[in-house]
């Protein structure tokens, strides 16, 4: 199989899919290691972790120019390298604690007689299949803390994001006691790990979830889903518009706004809307891309030109229906990479696919309210409910406004902050997703299941206790 370079649009680089067979045998292997793996104990697993967190600073350079090759980003590249390393070190530091806390000791039954001895451990073997948007982060976000469970790992990262696997494997091979594995291909290499694994999370859009969760039904495993978004960002009358501007812009268009937590939605007041509109404006129209020179500018190539068309069409919708095109609004075809500036839309309406449609991209379409109830209400009024955010002129009244939405993480004063801060423990709400929260402590605790040794403390009860009776 190749995959697309996206500054080039040259598939310069092939890849082996794995087979049906393949994906078993993987899965079999791993299957086999786990034992001595959860035997290991919390502390054992944590210095393994720690080591391969040495081992990926160490190949951080290869890892990251593989990786900035098929996400048409440098610095980011390095961020999620670097993202690796902290998020084994992390779950390195927790994972002990957190098995120190789980209750051991007998526990008093309400039955007469009986105590309880809960006991825990780890689903076997875990299974993670991932986007392209941010592939070594999302590929080992669920991972690293089933591993610290004591769960064995296998990771199907995109097929359109591909590279950086061939560098992390070296890197793997010098950590031979940590049960992880990569797969490789599109959807039927997602569907055969499916079939392997006893615990499945899966990153991507809310379609592709919904055939995982079907798959997952079928196998009678538990399925934990991160999908797409159309986050709201709210201003108020009290927010400085300027800064209120910088924070909706940044918060958009982070990695040409291909993040599940972008801003694609907002509302703001009409007492601040024409300096907010003309901040945004200026700050939309100052924003370089990173082409020619990919070493500056803020916003790269779309990483899987498909997504380029969807934005495009968004927007000619949207212009067709009556919307306003401030800022940016045309897809740019250049040395075979797809860019789109910064693009700003007003005059813009609910029933618009850029309203009510994941954008996955660097697009901003502006809604003024008159009334903040109203903004609550459009702001909720989607199918999604991944997060949120709010600007105000306090703490306290973006607090008021935040809990009000229908969302699992709200940012205050700042925006797409989710995945930022990785102890912030939230559930998505509606079609963004289900399970456990992967933020907060319950990211590893999900992986283990509670046991409970019922102890019979009288005497056990015979046949005759239950022989039929007059009564
Ligand atoms: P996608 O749904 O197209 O693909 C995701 C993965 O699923 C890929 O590895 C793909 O090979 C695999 N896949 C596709 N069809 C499958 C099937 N039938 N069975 C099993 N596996 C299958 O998503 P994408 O386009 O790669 O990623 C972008 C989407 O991911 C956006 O919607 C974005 O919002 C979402 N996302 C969500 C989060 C989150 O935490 N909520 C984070 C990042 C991205």
């Keep these: 199989m190749k995959a697309r370079n996206p500054r080039t649009g040259e598939e310069d680089y092939e890849f082996t899919v794995s087979s049906r067979d393949d994906v078993a045998v993987e899965a079999a292997r791993l299957r086999a290691a786990q034992p001595a793996w959860e035997a290991l104990g919390p502390e054992g697993r944590a210095a393994v972790l720690n080591k391969f967190a040495d081992a990926v600073d160490a190949g951080a350079q290869a890892i990251a120019e593989a990786l900035s090759i098929d996400t048409g980003r440098k610095a980011v590249a390095w961020i999620e390298v670097e993202g690796l390393a902290r998020n084994l070190r992390k779950w390195a530091a927790r994972g002990p604690d957190l098995f120190a806390g789980l209750p051991s000791d007998p526990e008093p039954s309400a039955m007469p007689g009986f105590d309880i001895v809960p006991r825990y451990d780890a689903y076997p073997l875990f299974g993670a299949i991932c986007p392209w948007n941010f592939p070594v982060i999302l590929s080992h976000i669920d991972a690293v803390p089933a591993l610290m469970a004591g769960c064995a790992a296998l990771v199907k990262p995109s097929e359109v994001t591909p590279r950086f696997v061939e560098p992390m494997r070296e890197v793997l091979a010098q950590v031979p006691e940590l049960p992880l594995a990569y797969v490789m291909g599109g959807p039927d290499v997602g569907q055969a790990l499916i079939e392997e694994v006893d615990y499945v999370c899966f990153t991507g859009s809310t379609g592709t979830g919904r055939k995982v969760a079907e798959a997952a039904a079928r196998q009678l495993i538990p399925a934990n889903l991160e999908l797409g978004g159309k986050d709201p960002m709210i201003i108020t009358a009290s927010a400085d518009p300027e800064w209120a501007a910088g924070v909706a812009l940044r918060s958009s268009i982070v990695a040409t706004g291909q993040a599940c937590q972008s801003i694609e939605r907002i509302y703001v007041a009409r007492e601040i809307a024409e300096p907010f509109l003309d901040a945004l404006v200026e700050g939309a129209n100052a924003v370089r891309l990173t082409y020619p020179d990919a070493s ?56 618009m696919a850029v309203i009510r449609q994941e954008t996955f991209g660097p697009v901003l379409p502006v809604t003024i309210f008159d009334d903040i109830e109203d903004a609550i209400t459009q702001a909720n009024d989607t199918e999604y409910g991944l997060s949120a955010a709010v600007l105000a002129g306090s703490m306290e009244e973006a607090s008021q406004v935040g809990a009000r939405l229908e969302a699992g993480a709200i940012s205050l004063q700042d925006g797409a902050l989710t995945s930022m801060v ?32 019922i102890r019979q403390n009288g005497e056990a009860a015979t046949i005759d206790a239950y022989a039929e009776a007059q009564r």
């Excluded at 916003?299 to 919307?323: H, L």
């Design 422 to 453: 990785s102890d912030a423990t939230n559930e998505s709400r509606k079609a963004s997703g289900l399970g456990p929260s992967r933020m907060g402590d319950s990211g590893m605790l999900r992986f283990l299941r509670r046991q409970s040794l």
């Design 296 to 351: 500056s500018g803020h916003i790269g190539p779309f990483i899987f030109p498909p997504q380029g068309a969807k934005v495009q069409e968004q927007i000619d919708q949207a212009r067709s229906a009556g919307a306003r095109v401030l800022a940016g609004g045309q897809i740019e075809q250049l040395d075979g990479g797809t860019y789109l500036r910064p693009t700003v839309l007003a005059d813009v309406t609910p029933d």
